[in-house]
């Protein structure tokens, strides 16, 4: 009886500590997504405040459409 709880909680254990290991793993990937690796982050990227269709807002419009 008392080897069931043993083995139950040293699963348990075991599962907890790789779980905190893949969510480290996973938080160290998204912080070099915002690093310039190797030069090939954009120049131009938009700023913050910016809204996606903000490079658009200079083109005239096509033909038939209002604003």
Do not use: H, I, N, Q
């Not at 699963?11 to 893949?22: I, K, Q």
């Amino acid at each position: 009886m008392g080897s069931t709880f043993y083995l139950f909680y040293m699963v348990l254990f075991t599962g907890g500590v790789l779980w905190c290991l893949f969510l480290w793993l996973v938080k160290d990937d998204g912080d070099e997504e915002g690093e310039d690796v190797g030069g090939t982050r954009s120049e131009e990227a938009p700023s913050p405040g910016t809204s996606p269709r903000s490079a658009l807002d200079g083109r005239p419009l096509p033909p038939g459409e209002a604003k």
